[in-house]
């Protein structure tokens, strides 16, 4: 049928022209039905611009003047057509998005040469639509990138990419120029992919999305997004080196921060106060600077040289909470934590009684040498070093002279060594209800102590430490601050027993401002023993 159809065209042709060389061919409708008939095909020299060109109508109204056919003079182009010319023919979008080819011809000199037949095919791009992030959204951390790329023509889509155009370049998820992959998802048009966003800088980017599908149709779409990745400081943890530590020690203090948040924070200050930085808390040693990586943690350290009382350590990261400080995060209002540590006002004493005593001359002659044994009942004593004690004329602390009760004297000492709002004050410590919690009777240099208040020394049961006042300084039969009684407190020894530091004849506890008790102070305490 074909060759009928050709003699019939070229009985036209040469009947109506007079050419030299004509390209002949088919093409044929497209899949989904659409006639090739009417639509304009183009010749041009393959490799060249295609504005130098020949066309024909194919179908009935063209120069083959039969349907899917087509006849064009090659040697309507600029120059004409030559032996051994290489032409490339196409149906060009004309609008609808249908196209044909390209193909490729030989001029061979024979009259009519005969490219490879075409099909019309529908070629619309693949439609895009960005799901995720939305245009003119903000996006921080980790982020969904989801489109739908749909299939409307006969060529399935082929691959799908996204990049970041930060208005130099376009970029890949990681940072580097060029395209990331968008997977598809099943057997569904969504395609999707994570980013996380912390490698980028703040500001303004396009997020572009681009598909082609399997002849090579390109189509793309864009979303305006604004990367906000921010540092999210704040303090999880505070530890001491020491959570039992006496006054007077470096006491290191760590302070545990957390970058939760997406961008790293450099150069973050941490400092640390005693007490509430906010309402006159002190500095404890100069600012630290510390890098958090977005994720993970850093840890700032100061060293305190501790005092007597409970303290609230406050450590503030990114000063001032009042405002913003330097470093812009999610949460400013978490920047600040406390803990509570409290040194205790209490000073342990332990020791040993054995060995031998040597009375001697000024001539250093020895007088009397008395080698110690047994000395179970023995008494240590422990005073401030100005004190003067008569150790015949000793009271217990809550008694007056007469032998009767008066529970403020706790209280009145408590005032007179600086030591009323401690935790660990001498009336919190001995008393309960105002009453001592519990009293034992002693010897004491041949005289009977009764009434004495005593608490254990630590936390073993072995050792007691009791407190007495000397009489020998009163004018009003009681212990007061008006005539600063001395005052001692002791224990009694037991040979072998177990403290809280181990094994030893004597434990006693005394407050560490005792050495503050006379005005004229020395800061030092003197003890005594009576061995028995």
């Known amino acids: 049928m074909r060759v009928l159809l050709l003699g019939v065209v070229l009985l036209v042709i040469v009947g109506a022209v007079e050419a030299q060389e004509y390209v002949y061919g088919w093409v044929f409708d497209a899949k989904d039905g659409q006639p090739a008939d009417g639509y304009n095909i183009t010749l041009w020299y393959t490799g060249e611009a295609r504005s130098n060109n020949a066309t024909d109508e194919i179908g009935p109204n063209g120069l083959s003047g039969s349907?899917?056919?087509?006849?064009?003079d090659c040697e309507a182009l600029t120059p004409s057509c030559s032996i051994d010319d290489n032409l490339t023919l196409a149906v060009i979008d004309q609008g609808d998005s249908y196209i044909a080819g390209p193909v490729h011809v030989l001029v061979t000199g024979d009259g009519i040469d005969y490219p490879d037949d075409m099909t019309?095919?529908?070629d619309h791009p693949p439609?895009?639509?960005i799901t995720s992030p939305r245009n003119g959204t903000s996006v921080n951390m980790t982020v969904l990138?989801?489109?739908t790329v749909s299939n409307v023509t006969y060529h399935y889509v082929d691959d799908v990419f996204?990049?970041?155009?930060?208005?130099t370049d376009n970029m890949t998820k990681t940072g580097v120029v060029g395209k990331s992959i968008l997977y598809k998802n099943s057997d569904t048009d969504f395609y999707n992919d994570t980013w996380d966003t912390s490698g980028f800088e703040n500001g303004n980017y396009l997020l572009w999305v681009w598909a082609n599908n399997t002849v090579g149709a390109w189509n793309y779409t864009f979303s305006n997004i604004t990367i906000d990745n921010l540092a999210e400081l704040h303090i999880v943890n505070i530890t001491f080196s020491n959570y039992t530590p006496r006054e007077g020690i470096n006491l290191t203090i760590n302070a545990t921060i957390v970058n939760s948040g997406t961008k790293n924070a450099t150069n973050v200050t941490v400092s640390f106060f005693i007490g509430n930085y906010t309402i006159g808390g002190n500095n404890i040693g100069a600012n630290i600077s510390v890098n958090v990586t977005a994720g993970e943690n850093a840890t700032a350290q100061a060293t305190w040289i501790t005092y007597i009382g409970s303290h609230n350590i406050f450590v503030v990261v990114d000063p001032p909470t009042s405002g913003?400080?330097?470093?812009?995060?999610m949460d400013e209002s978490n920047n600040e934590a406390n803990e509570t540590i409290t040194i205790l006002g209490w000073t342990f004493i332990v020791g040993n009684l054995s060995g031998s005593l040597v009375l001697g001359d000024e001539l250093n002659n020895t007088l009397l040498t008395w080698t110690v044994t047994n000395f179970s009942k023995s008494l240590v004593f422990v005073t401030d070093s100005e004190s003067v004690i008569d150790f015949t004329s000793l009271s217990a602390l809550g008694r007056n002279t007469s032998n009767a009760s008066l529970f403020d004297d706790f209280a009145e000492l408590d005032k007179m060594l600086n030591m009323t709002n401690l935790t660990d004050s001498i009336n919190r410590?001995?008393?309960?209800?105002?009453?001592?919690i519990t009293t034992m009777n002693f010897t004491i240099f041949s005289n009977k102590v009764h009434w004495v208040p005593v608490i254990n020394s630590t936390n073993s049961t072995d050792y007691q430490t009791g407190i007495l006042w000397d009489t020998t300084d009163d004018t009003d039969g009681t212990f007061n601050s008006t005539d600063s009684e001395d005052i001692l407190f002791f224990t009694q020894a037991n040979p072998g027993g177990w403290g809280y530091f181990g094994r030893y004849d004597y434990e006693i506890t005394v407050p560490s401002y005792l050495r503050n008790f006379d005005t004229n102070d020395?800061?030092?305490l003197v003890l005594y023993a009576e061995l028995k």
């Open 162 to 167: 996204y990049s970041i155009d930060n208005g």
């Open 324 to 329: 913003s400080g330097s470093i812009d995060e």
């Open 127 to 129: 439609p895009i639509n």
């Open 145 to 147: 990138i989801n489109a």
């Open 67 to 72: 349907s899917n056919q087509y006849v064009i």
């Open 120 to 122: 019309l095919t529908y």
């Open 522 to 524: 020395k800061q030092l």
């Open 429 to 436: 410590t001995f008393t309960l209800a105002s009453e001592p």
